[in-house]
């Protein structure tokens, strides 16, 4: 099946016990035991499996190609399971630009238990190859990545990962199944923070890891989740399943508006610099037009002058909403460099844009009065 239909039909069918076409939510914690001391319908208790989340895995899993599929309380809840499967004196190597919270693990958690990392700039693969020590065992990539977009090379990647016996997962969160297939291109596994473009209305926190192969590892991280216990509810797990069914829809008509207003503001007197893959200017666009199918909602752009400027823009729009995260149907803005502090390397004049569904001409328009002065 191709993935708008998945979309609609993975996980999904008519209750067996009622004739609904909705999925009922399965409150329940725990489940009947048969007199011989057997359960029947496979379920025990709902930290281990449960009836929505089981039919949301299976969804994930099959959008991704993937083997099997594992849904936790949020994205990071997802990055967690994978670090804790690694032993104290194990070495990752961590993009140099990766969501924040990834690197807070590394350096304010993950540290203590005797993780070893390195930091580097994965678009560049030699700095990534000169990382690997025998010690590593677990190369991470998050492309396109937060906040300027940078692209890595995903199969590239996945043999330097090879070659040193180690595994490679990709933070797929902004790329998105549709826009690239990072299991095919040879990731071990896809992260996600499900928050964003699966669940698509800003309504719900959640992650997903999505593997190539039900191996030893994959059981590892099974027994973190089910036994760490860091799972969706029933509902949080009904939220994510059914915003998937348009998210395929969602996102074509996102990556769409994302490239128009990113074309608009490469025009425009007032900006600086645009970063957006598929524009020729975009230093991975080779890459990106190499891996991606559909380059994504999240647009960067670098206004004229500093951070006044910026602020100022996020001041005069209507349309855009000043909040952070992404994926939702609303378009936001948000001034990175505020969110992150003093110390990040983000430019001072860097606001990035999540393109929602809104008509693309209204939201060119918003910007173009917010950036007339
Ligand atoms: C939001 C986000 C995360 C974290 O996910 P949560 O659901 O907030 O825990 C991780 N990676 C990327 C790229 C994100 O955008």
Redesign the pocket.
């Known amino acids: 099946m191709r993935p708008d239909t998945i979309a609609v039909h993975a996980g999904r069918r008519p209750d067996p016990s009622t004739g609904a076409i909705a999925e009922p939510i399965h409150l329940s914690t725990t489940f009947l035991r048969e007199p011989d001391g057997s359960f029947a319908s496979g379920y025990i208790y709902s930290r281990e499996k449960s009836p929505n989340r089981t039919n949301l895995e299976a969804a994930l899993a099959l959008m991704d190609g993937g083997a099997d599929a594992a849904a936790f309380s949020?994205?990071?809840?997802a990055?967690n399971a994978v670090l804790q499967t690694l032993r104290s004196g194990d070495h990752v190597i961590c993009p140099k630009e990766v969501?924040y919270?990834?690197k807070k693990l590394l350096t304010q958690v993950f540290d203590r238990w005797g993780l070893t990392h390195t930091i580097v700039d994965t678009s560049n693969l030699d700095a990534v190859r000169a990382a690997v020590t025998p010690q590593t065992r677990l190369l991470w990539a998050?492309t396109p990545s937060?906040p300027t977009l940078t692209v890595t090379d995903i199969a590239a990647m996945a043999e330097i990962a090879r070659q040193a016996n180690a595994r490679l997962v990709v933070?797929n969160?902004?790329g998105t199944p549709m826009g690239q297939r990072v299991l095919d291109l040879g990731a071990d596994i896809a992260?996600y923070?499900?928050?964003?473009y699966h669940g698509g209305h800003s309504d719900v926190?959640?992650?997903a890891l999505v593997t190539r192969q039900a191996d030893e590892w994959w059981a590892q991280i099974r027994l973190i989740q089910s036994t760490g216990g860091a799972v969706p509810s029933p509902f949080d797990a009904w939220l994510v399943h059914r915003g998937m069914a348009s998210m395929v829809c969602r996102f074509r008509q996102q990556c769409a508006s994302a490239q128009r207003v990113a074309e608009f503001l490469t025009t425009h007197d007032a900006v600086e610099a645009v970063h957006y893959p598929s524009l020729s200017s975009h230093p991975g666009h080779a890459i990106a037009a190499r891996q991606m199918t559909l380059f994504g909602g999240m647009v960067a752009v670098q206004v004229r002058g500093g951070s006044a400027e910026a602020l100022q823009l996020t001041g005069r729009v209507k349309l855009f909403t000043r909040a952070t995260?992404?994926g939702g149907v609303e378009s936001l803005i948000e001034h990175r460099k505020s969110v992150e502090g003093p110390e990040s390397p983000t430019p001072d004049n860097l606001l990035r844009l999540s393109v929602g569904l809104e008509d693309a001409d209204d939201l060119i328009d918003d910007l173009r009065e917010g950036l007339s002065r």
């Open positions: 949020s994205g990071l809840a990055t969501y919270g990834t998050e937060n933070d969160t902004w992260m923070s499900t928050t964003k926190l959640s992650g995260s992404l």
